[in-house]
C-alpha cells in the first residue's frame, strides 16, 4: 500500500488546473471530484426557496416579534364603523327595563313645584318635561339615569331654594318684573347639573320659555363647542369692536329651543316687525319665526335677535336661561381674528349675549332667572372665575373678611368685570348656590328611592344610611350613588 | 438453516383457562327444582292433586317458599296477602328478566332514575365546600340582630352577633368581585380595575332578563332568570362557577413513554376554578368586536360575555366539555396505591 503523503499530492497533482492545458482541463476536471469530497463540503449551500435567513444555531438568542403560542392573543375585533362609537359613548338612557316601578313615586306638579312643599321627597318628572329636557340636552351620559324606571329627583335643600327664585319672579308686580342671576358652584359629583336640570324642569313646568346652553355632550350647540372653534363663524357687520357670530351653532340652538318649547311658541304672534334677511308670513307666530332661523343659519342670529325682542314685549312669559360650563366661556376662545390673535368668548355674540343677562346689562322686562352652573371635571382654569365665586362664597359665610386676588395669576379683566356683582357684598342680583351635601334625612329618602327600585339591596337604616354618607364625603350626592348604586368599590 | 425450534410460536398468547367464578345464587328464587323418579316408581306422572308424597307436590309460590323459609328460621317473612313484588325479585337476574312478559320488559327498560340517552356518564358539577353550601342570593336579613345586654363598666358595647360576613376589613367586599377585580388589574392599576368592575356589573343591571339554554345548565341551585339583572353579584357568581372548570391536565413529563408527557386529571379547588373561568371569560372578551370606545369598552365585552355564557351562546362551554372529555380519557392514566 502506498503511503497516504503519496496519494495526496498525487490527488493534488489532479487539482492543480494550473499545470494542464486549456484543452486537457475539460477532460481532467471530471476526475477532481473523484478523490475528494472538500469541494463539495466546504461550497456555499444553495439557498433554499423561501427562506433568506438561516435558522439560529442551537443555543443562539435571536429577537423573536412573532407572537408566540403562549402570548395572550390581543385585541383582534373588527373595528367599528365611523361615528358608531361616539354614538354608543354618548347615548343618553333613561330607562333601566329591569329596575323595579316605585309605585309611590309621584311627579313634579305644576301646581305645587313652587311650593316648597315637598323637601326631601323624590319626585319623577312628568314624559313630556322629560322629552323637553331631552331636546335642549339637559341630560348627561354620566349621570344615572339609565339605572332607574323613569327619570326622578331628589327635592334637596337647593332645589328648594332654586324654586323659590322661580316664585319670586312670578309673583313679582307686572312691570317690574325681576331678573334674578345665580351661578352654581360646588363640589365635584355635588349635583350641580341636577340642580340646572331641576331648575328647567320648573320652568317648563310652569310655561316659561327655555333656552338652555348645554356643556358639551352630545352634539353642538354646547358651552365648550361655542368656543372650542368647531363651528363656523363670522365676523358680525356693523360691529365695534368687532363681534363675531356662529351660524350654525345658532341655528341648532333655535330648533332645540322650538323642539322643546313648541307649545308656549305657538301660541304666541309676532307683534314687532323684525327686519329679517329672510321674508316672514304675515300674522306669524313665534314658532314660525325660530323655525325660520333654525333652517336658514345665515339668518339665524338675527332671528335670535328677533326672539328676544319678541320675548321682551310686556305680557309674554319669563325667561330661563341656562348655560352648563361656565369655565368655557371665561377665557379666550379657539377662534382666531382677522389679526390671528385669538378672540375672547366674550366677543362671540352668543356668549356676549348670555354674558350681558348674567351681569345685570340686560334685564328681562317679563322676568327671568340666568342660571350658570360650573363644572369641576370638565373646566379650563380660569382664576378670575374661580375667585368671583371664592369671594361669593366667602360673603356668605363671613362677609367681614374678605378674600383678595392673588397677585401671581394672571387676571382676564372682561371675566373681573362681567362677575363684578359677585364680588360686591351691596349688589344682590347675582350670587351664587353652593351645591354642598345631602343632609341624612335627604340622604336616606333617596337611598330607599333606591332600595324600592332594587338597585340597592340592603335594609336602609341609621347605620346603613350613617355609613353611606360618611363614606360619600359627607353626603356628596354622586358619590353617594357611587358608594350604594354602582358599587363602585 | 432454519431452527427446528419455532420461536414465533410462542409469542402467540397462552390460553389461561380463567377460574370459574362462583355465582351467588339466590337461594330464595328457585325457579325449577328437578323432580327426581326413583325406578321403581311408575312413569306416570303422580296425579299432584292427590298424591301425600311430598315431591308429588306442586312447588309453593317464591314468596310462599320464602314464607316456609323464614318460618323455619324463625325470621319475618314477606306478607302473604300482599302479592309478589316480581320486580323486586327479577332485579339484577339476567335470566330470570328474559322470562318475564313483554310488558315488564318494557317496564324495566325505560326506568325514569335512569339516565337520558345520550348524556354523560359522569358528572359536571360539584358541590361547594364552603360552610355555606349555597349561592349567595344577596337576601337581605330583616330580622333584628341580637343585642347583647348593657353591661355596666364597658366602654364599648359588646359586637353583635353572629359577626357580619363583611366585617372584616381585608373581606368586606364580596369575594368574587374581589377575585375578578384582581384578575382585571392590569399593570397594578387597581382602581382602573374597580372602575370596569363597576361598569361590568351596571352592565349586568341593565341588560335584558337572559333566556336560558336547557342545554346549558347553569350550577344548581340557580335563582330564575329573571332575578339575575336585579342581583348582578350572583348573576356574575353564577355565570363563573357555572362555567368553570372541575379539573386540569397536568402534563406528566415523559411518563407516557418514548418522551411523551403523561396526561393527567387534577382537580381544582373552588378559587381555581374560578381563576381559570375568569381568564377565560376574559381572554373570550378580548376577541369579541370592540364596538365602543374610551375607558368602559373592555368592561362592556367582558359584561357581554358574562351574559353569553348564561344564555350558553358562548364557546367557553365547549371548551369546557373539551376539558372534561379529556379529564374522563386520563382517568386511565391514574395509578391509585394498590389496596391491601
Given at each position: 500500500m502506498p503511503p497516504s503523503i503519496c496519494l495526496r499530492s498525487f490527488s493534488q497533482l489532479s487539482l492543480d488546473r494550473s499545470v494542464h492545458s486549456l484543452a486537457s482541463r475539460s477532460r481532467l476536471s471530471p476526475h477532481a471530484a473523484c478523490f475528494s469530497t472538500s469541494a463539495a463540503r466546504f461550497a456555499n449551500p444553495s439557498p433554499k426557496k423561501g427562506r433568506v435567513v438561516a435558522p439560529p444555531k442551537r443555543g443562539q438568542k435571536t429577537l423573536n416579534v412573532k407572537r408566540g403560542r403562549k402570548d395572550p392573543q390581543g385585541d383582534v375585533g373588527k373595528r367599528p364603523a365611523p361615528g358608531e362609537r361616539k354614538?354608543?359613548?354618548?347615548?343618553?338612557?333613561?330607562?333601566?327595563?329591569?329596575?323595579?316601578?316605585?309605585?309611590?313615586?309621584?311627579?313634579?306638579?305644576?301646581?305645587?313645584?313652587?311650593?316648597?312643599?315637598?323637601?326631601?321627597?323624590?319626585?319623577?318628572?312628568?314624559?313630556?318635561?322629560?322629552?323637553?329636557?331631552?331636546?335642549?340636552?339637559?341630560?348627561?351620559?354620566?349621570?344615572?339615569?339609565?339605572?332607574?324606571?323613569?327619570?326622578?329627583?331628589?327635592?334637596?335643600?337647593?332645589?328648594?331654594?332654586?324654586?323659590?327664585?322661580?316664585?319670586?319672579?312670578?309673583?313679582?308686580?307686572?312691570?317690574?318684573?325681576?331678573?334674578?342671576?345665580?351661578?352654581?358652584?360646588?363640589?365635584?359629583?355635588?349635583?350641580?347639573?341636577?340642580?340646572?336640570?331641576?331648575?328647567?324642569?320648573m320652568a317648563f313646568l310652569r310655561n316659561w320659555v327655555v333656552i338652555n346652553l348645554p356643556e358639551g355632550i352630545t352634539d353642538y350647540p354646547a358651552a365648550q363647542d361655542i368656543t372650542n372653534a368647531h363651528t363656523e363663524y363670522a365676523p358680525l357687520p356693523g360691529s365695534q369692536p368687532t363681534q363675531y357670530f356662529q351660524e350654525t351653532y345658532t341655528a341648532n340652538l333655535l330648533a332645540q329651543t322650538l323642539k322643546a318649547n313648541e307649545p308656549v311658541l305657538e301660541s304666541i304672534n309676532v307683534t314687532t316687525n323684525p327686519s329679517l334677511p329672510l321674508p316672514l308670513p304675515a300674522n306669524a307666530t313665534l314658532k314660525q319665526l325660530v323655525e325660520l332661523g333654525a333652517v336658514n343659519p345665515e339668518a339665524s342670529w338675527p332671528v335670535f335677535l328677533a326672539l328676544w325682542e319678541e320675548l321682551s314685549v310686556s305680557g309674554r312669559p319669563s325667561i330661563l336661561f341656562a348655560l352648563d360650563g361656565l369655565s368655557h366661556i371665561m377665557k379666550d376662545s379657539d377662534y382666531l381674528s382677522a389679526e390671528v390673535k385669538p378672540i375672547h368668548a366674550h366677543d362671540l355674540t352668543l356668549i356676549r349675549h348670555f354674558i350681558d343677562c348674567l351681569s345685570g346689562q340686560k334685564s328681562l322686562p317679563n322676568g327671568g332667572v340666568i342660571l350658570a352652573a360650573t363644572s369641576r371635571s370638565n373646566c379650563p382654569s380660569s382664576s378670575a372665575l374661580e375667585h368671583s365665586i371664592q369671594v361669593a362664597e366667602q360673603l356668605q359665610r363671613d362677609p367681614n373678611n374678605l378674600l383678595h386676588y392673588n397677585p401671581y395669576k394672571k387676571v382676564d379683566q372682561r371675566v373681573m368685570d362681567a362677575l363684578k356683582d359677585l364680588r360686591d357684598p351691596e349688589a344682590k342680583g347675582l350670587d351664587v348656590i353652593k351645591v354642598g351635601g345631602l343632609s341624612k334625612d335627604e340622604a336616606r329618602s333617596i337611598m330607599e328611592y333606591y332600595a324600592e327600585s332594587g338597585m340597592l339591596r340592603a335594609k336602609v337604616d341609621d347605620g346603613f344610611v350613617s355609613e353611606k354618607w360618611s363614606l360619600a364625603g359627607m353626603g356628596n350626592i354622586g358619590e353617594l350613588e357611587r358608594a350604594s348604586v354602582r358599587q363602585r368599590i | 438453516m432454519p431452527?427446528?425450534?419455532?420461536?414465533?410460536?410462542?409469542?402467540?398468547?397462552?390460553?389461561?383457562?380463567?377460574?370459574?367464578?362462583?355465582?351467588?345464587?339466590?337461594?330464595?328464587?328457585?325457579?325449577?327444582?328437578?323432580?327426581?323418579?326413583?325406578?321403581?316408581?311408575?312413569?306416570?306422572?303422580?296425579?299432584?292433586?292427590?298424591?301425600?308424597?311430598?315431591?308429588?307436590?306442586?312447588?309453593?309460590?317464591?314468596?310462599?317458599?320464602?314464607?316456609?323459609?323464614?318460618?323455619?328460621?324463625?325470621?319475618?317473612?314477606?306478607?302473604?296477602?300482599?302479592?309478589?313484588?316480581?320486580?323486586?325479585?327479577?332485579?339484577?337476574?339476567?335470566?330470570?328478566?328474559?322470562?318475564?312478559?313483554?310488558?315488564?320488559?318494557?317496564?324495566?327498560?325505560?326506568?325514569?332514575?335512569?339516565?337520558?340517552?345520550?348524556?354523560?356518564?359522569?358528572?359536571?358539577?360539584?358541590?361547594?365546600?364552603?360552610?355555606?353550601?349555597?349561592?349567595?342570593?344577596?337576601?337581605?336579613?330583616?330580622?333584628?340582630?341580637?343585642?347583647?345586654?348593657?353591661?355596666?363598666?364597658?366602654?364599648?358595647?359588646?359586637?353583635?352577633?353572629?359577626?357580619?360576613?363583611?366585617?372584616?376589613?381585608?373581606?368586606?367586599?364580596?369575594?368574587?368581585?374581589?377575585?375578578?377585580t384582581n384578575l382585571l388589574m392590569r399593570h397594578g392599576k387597581k382602581a382602573a380595575a374597580q372602575r370596569d368592575m363597576a361598569l361590568i356589573l351596571q352592565h349586568l343591571r341593565t341588560s335584558g332578563i337572559p333566556t336560558i339554554n336547557p342545554t346549558r345548565p347553569l350550577i344548581a341551585g340557580a335563582p330564575p332568570p329573571s332575578h339575575l339583572p336585579l342581583n348582578p353579584i350572583l348573576y356574575l357568581t353564577l355565570a363563573i362557577d357555572s362555567v368553570a372548570p372541575l379539573l386540569r391536565i397536568r402534563l406528566q413529563k415523559g411518563a407516557a413513554g418514548g418522551g411523551a408527557a403523561l396526561q393527567l386529571p387534577l382537580p381544582l379547588g373552588q378559587r381555581q376554578r374560578r381563576r381559570t373561568a375568569v381568564q377565560w371569560i376574559l381572554s373570550a372578551a378580548s376577541r369579541r368586536r370592540n364596538t365602543g370606545s374610551g375607558k368602559g369598552s373592555f368592561a362592556q365585552r367582558v359584561a357581554q360575555e358574562i351574559v353569553a355564557v348564561v344564555e350558553g351562546k358562548s364557546s367557553l362551554w365547549e371548551r369546557r366539555n373539551a376539558i372534561h372529555k379529556q379529564g374522563v380519557a386520563a382517568r386511565a392514566n391514574i395509578i391509585l396505591p394498590r389496596k391491601r
Open positions: 354614538a354608543q359613548r354618548k347615548r343618553i338612557v333613561l330607562r333601566n327595563d329591569n329596575a323595579l316601578e316605585v309605585t309611590a313615586l309621584h311627579d313634579m306638579a305644576k301646581a305645587t313645584i313652587l311650593s316648597g312643599l315637598d323637601e326631601g321627597r323624590v319626585l319623577g318628572i312628568p314624559e313630556n318635561v322629560v322629552d323637553a329636557l331631552r331636546a335642549v340636552e339637559a341630560f348627561k351620559p354620566t349621570q344615572g339615569w339609565g339605572l332607574f324606571w323613569r327619570p326622578a329627583t331628589l327635592m334637596r335643600k337647593e332645589t328648594i331654594q332654586m324654586a323659590g327664585l322661580l316664585k319670586e319672579v312670578e309673583e313679582s308686580e307686572e312691570g317690574q318684573k325681576k331678573t334674578i342671576r345665580r351661578v352654581l358652584s360646588g363640589e365635584r359629583l355635588g349635583g350641580k347639573s341636577t340642580l340646572l336640570l331641576q331648575g328647567l324642569t | 431452527p427446528r425450534l419455532n420461536l414465533l410460536g410462542f409469542t402467540r398468547a397462552i390460553p389461561i383457562q380463567p377460574k370459574p367464578q362462583t355465582q351467588w345464587l339466590r337461594p330464595v328464587v328457585r325457579m325449577s327444582s328437578p323432580q327426581i323418579r326413583a325406578y321403581s316408581d311408575s312413569k306416570e306422572p303422580p296425579a299432584a292433586d292427590r298424591s301425600k308424597r311430598p315431591d308429588s307436590k306442586p312447588l309453593p309460590h317464591v314468596s310462599q317458599e320464602a314464607a316456609t323459609m323464614a318460618k323455619i328460621t324463625g325470621t319475618e317473612g314477606p306478607d302473604l296477602s300482599q302479592g309478589t313484588p316480581v320486580e323486586e325479585i327479577v332485579k339484577g337476574d339476567k335470566s330470570a328478566q328474559d322470562k318475564l312478559p313483554k310488558v315488564m320488559k318494557d317496564a324495566i327498560k325505560t326506568q325514569p332514575n335512569t339516565a337520558p340517552k345520550g348524556s354523560r356518564a359522569y358528572s359536571t358539577t360539584t358541590a361547594s365546600i364552603a360552610g355555606d353550601g349555597g349561592l349567595d342570593m344577596g337576601l337581605v336579613d330583616f330580622k333584628p340582630p341580637t343585642t347583647a345586654p348593657q353591661i355596666p363598666g364597658l366602654r364599648f358595647a359588646l359586637p353583635v352577633l353572629p359577626i357580619p360576613k363583611d366585617a372584616h376589613v381585608k373581606h368586606r367586599y364580596d369575594p368574587v368581585v374581589d377575585q375578578v
